[in-house]
């Protein structure tokens, strides 16, 4: 079979309008009378730089286009008024985070006071109904290691059914009618409406990302924005890792030996239509990543890779004929990359440019999946891999 190979990458500039792969910080900022302070000075400082702005006639503020992360801390100054500055607060996905002030008279001494807030601001304006799984989540969580397992956390998310976990039903709708974001470009099935590449024979065959390199995952179940369409279930907007201020970076490695597996168990011959029966599964999954900037406050990057080795011990019952070939051994591999430029051109535009995918091979014949509900663990595992596919966006 031919390689097929697909990758695009995305550049978004940022103007005013809100990206849906962003998030914002807006507040008021008032006096100690309750009334809203024009002109005042307002300072934001970040994993990515540092940005100033000041308040409006009605003593309002606002940041758009954040890249999301916590550790962010906003810093109010106005004439006649004392310093205020927040504690750490995390930006999420496609959320507004409200942080308002109420300055106080300045004394003899003008002092700097930390406003004791929580680490996520709330956002009063929205409507959505959902959840936003960040990384410290699912990182110390025992979920698969996939996109489908991240989902899969949020309220209302459900197995698909025929359309596996990787395409689960959300809001009870079914999995082929939910909509797909991966850095704000649409990647959904145009045939099958399904989460990147979707075959009817093997179904899904991967989003062309991976688990380690993922931020954060905002899974939208209800009450979306009339900006999304075509969906019928839900919204999944993913978010991949990038660089910052701060060198950061990742080793790892996961083994997941057969011979420290029980015996799968066989079903029922009688009330059971047999196929092809995995006995035994094996993977090896490791990998790394690094981010950091070029230019302080400026340019910033993030580069990953992450191979993942895998092997299938097969064998077919005595009335098919393909069991003369005894139990056979079906290896598949995936090399699975991630890469992201972030360019702060000034304070209100911003170029970025991504590209990922999971290049993958499988040999071809032998490989069709078992019917057995006791195996049914295997099948998402086994369905991010074509036979020679590469999926990448």
């Not at 990038?242 to 970076?249: F, K, P, R, T, V």
């Not at 209100?348 to 014949?365: I, K, R, T």
């Amino acid at each position: 079979m031919c390689l097929v190979a697909l990758v695009a990458s995305l550049f978004v500039a940022s103007g005013v309008a809100q990206d849906i792969t962003r998030g914002s910080i807006n507040g008021v900022v008032r006096d100690p009378s309750g009334g809203v302070v024009p002109g005042a000075r307002v300072s934001l400082a970040g994993p990515l730089g540092a940005r100033t702005t000041t308040t409006g006639a009605g003593g309002e503020y606002s940041f758009p286009n954040l890249m999301p992360s916590p550790g962010y801390t906003v810093t109010v100054e106005g004439s006649g008024f004392t310093t205020q500055k927040s504690a750490p607060l995390t930006v999420r996905v496609n959320q507004a985070a409200t942080l308002d002030f109420q300055l106080e008279l300045a004394g003899a001494t003008q002092q700097i006071e930390v406003v004791e807030r929580g680490d996520t601001g709330v956002d009063v304006a929205t409507t959505t109904i959902g959840a936003n799984l960040s990384e410290t989540l699912y990182q110390n969580v025992a979920i698969s290691r996939n996109v489908s397992g991240i989902i899969s956390m949020a309220p209302g998310v459900t197995e698909g059914g025929s359309t596996g976990s990787a395409n689960p039903s959300i809001s009870g709708a079914s999995g082929l009618e939910n909509q797909y974001f991966i850095n704000g470009s649409n990647v959904t099935d145009p045939g099958y409406g399904a989460f990147g590449t979707y075959n009817l024979v093997f179904g899904s065959l991967g989003s062309g990302l991976t688990f380690d390199f993922i931020r954060e995952v905002q899974v939208q179940t209800g009450g979306f924005e009339a900006q999304y369409g075509e969906a019928l279930g839900g919204v999944v907007n993913v978010l991949t890792k990038s660089g910052s201020n701060n060198y950061h970076g990742d080793l790892f490695y996961y083994f997941r030996p057969h011979r420290w597996m029980a015996a799968f168990p066989n079903a029922n011959t009688i009330r059971t239509t047999q196929s092809t029966r995995v006995y035994g599964f094996e993977s090896r999954d490791f990998g790394a990543d690094l981010g950091g900037y070029l230019l302080r406050n400026k340019l910033f990057w993030y580069a990953g890779f992450n191979p993942v080795f895998n092997r299938n011990y097969r064998s077919v019952p005595n009335s098919f004929t393909n069991s003369a070939l005894g139990n056979v051994v079906v290896t598949n591999h995936s090399w699975n990359y991630s890469a992201k430029l972030n360019w702060n051109i000034n304070t209100n535009h911003q170029l970025e440019g991504s590209v990922f995918g999971d290049p993958s091979v499988a040999p071809m014949g032998f490989q069709r999946f078992t019917s057995l509900a006791s195996n049914d663990n295997l099948r998402t595992s086994e369905l991010d891999y074509g036979s020679r596919t590469w999926n990448g966006l």
